[in-house]
């Protein structure tokens, strides 16, 4: 590990002399300034025993930088493409350094969490995420429910948006009440696209998530509260009675949900895009405990 991966010329030359060529299907935008780099790893506070889960190391610029910071813990490097898995074992040699050629989708976090008996150590995940696909990504991490202490992300700026957002903006959204309701979100900065290869057409963000050790809001059935999260953004356009009563995901009797939303004094024509997480949360519960009711009655 004698260069210094993270600069254009170095990237360029290991791609050509392993004759790499970058698929555009998979993402591959490689992160070639050192200073983002080392960003990415401060805003990860890595302490002397945390181990690391990276997602998409790609030719390998943050996992220089993170195993030069790792203490006595070990990086996870999760990658699909089987080239680059050839040339991280050559130009990254480490015994802290677990390389796992997967799709990152076909993961199931518990049982990886298992595996690699992480379930009682202090683990982080820090990666710069494939744009195509981090929302299916950052949602799986967080429904899993793993012991993921912080999260650090490279994400396409308008996702991160998406992540931090209000009620009342366009982008707020089920994957903003996901990431609000796991962890407390923030925006480290915003990155332009020429600190890639090849560079993309969006500008970009680093993002934290801080676990929360306890969600800001109890809820009665977890499931059933992301259920009706599901039902109300997935017809936005619609109001609240119609979202609920209509959804796809869940059967909820038209009264119950007219009876609960009087009972809140909630407007039936507000769209939920307009409800922050408490009163989602709380809307949720009326509605899971009308519903036992009403299927006890019938």
């Known amino acids: 590990m004698e260069e210094i991966i993270a600069v254009p010329q170095v990237t360029q030359k290991l791609l050509k002399k392993h004759r790499i060529s970058l698929t555009k299907g998979l ?33 390998g610029s943050l996992t220089q930088a993170l195993l030069e910071k790792l203490g006595q813990g070990k990086l996870y490097a999760i990658e699909k493409d089987e080239r680059l898995v050839k040339l991280l074992k050559k130009i990254l040699q480490s015994e802290k ?15 990886f969490f298992a595996e690699h008996g992480l379930d009682k150590k202090p683990v982080k995940l820090i990666a710069n995420l494939p744009y195509y696909i981090s929302t299916p990504i950052i949602m799986g991490l967080l429904e899993a429910r793993i012991p993921i202490d912080r999260y650090v ?27 609000q309701y796991y962890s407390s979100p923030e925006m480290v900065r915003v990155i332009g696209p020429d600190v890639f290869i090849p560079q ?6 680093i993002i934290k998530l ?30 609240i009675k119609n979202a609920l009563s209509n959804a796809g995901n869940i059967t909820i009797d038209k009264n119950i949900v007219l009876e ?5 004094g909630l407007d039936q024509n507000i769209r939920g895009e307009k409800l922050d997480l408490a009163t989602i949360g709380n809307l949720s519960d009326l509605l899971y405990r009308k519903q036992i009711l009403y299927q006890d009655g019938e």
């Open 27 to 59: 993402g591959q935008n490689f992160l070639v300034d050192r200073g983002i780099v080392d960003e990415i790893v401060l805003a990860g506070e890595i302490d002397d025993d945390d181990n690391i889960i990276e997602i998409g190391p790609g030719i």
């Open 97 to 111: 350094l677990v390389l796992i050629n997967k799709d990152v989708l076909d993961i199931e976090w518990t049982a």
């Open 153 to 179: 992300f490279m994400v396409q700026k308008e996702v991160a948006e998406r992540m931090i957002a209000k009620p009342g903006r366009k982008d707020y959204g089920a994957l903003s009440i996901a990431v």
């Open 200 to 205: 993309p057409d969006v500008y970009s963000a």
């Open 210 to 239: 801080e676990r929360n050790e306890e969600p800001p809001i109890k809820q009665e059935d977890v499931d059933f509260f992301f259920r009706v999260v599901k039902a109300i953004f997935q017809q936005r356009r619609k109001n």
């Open 260 to 264: 609960c939303l009087e009972e809140l």
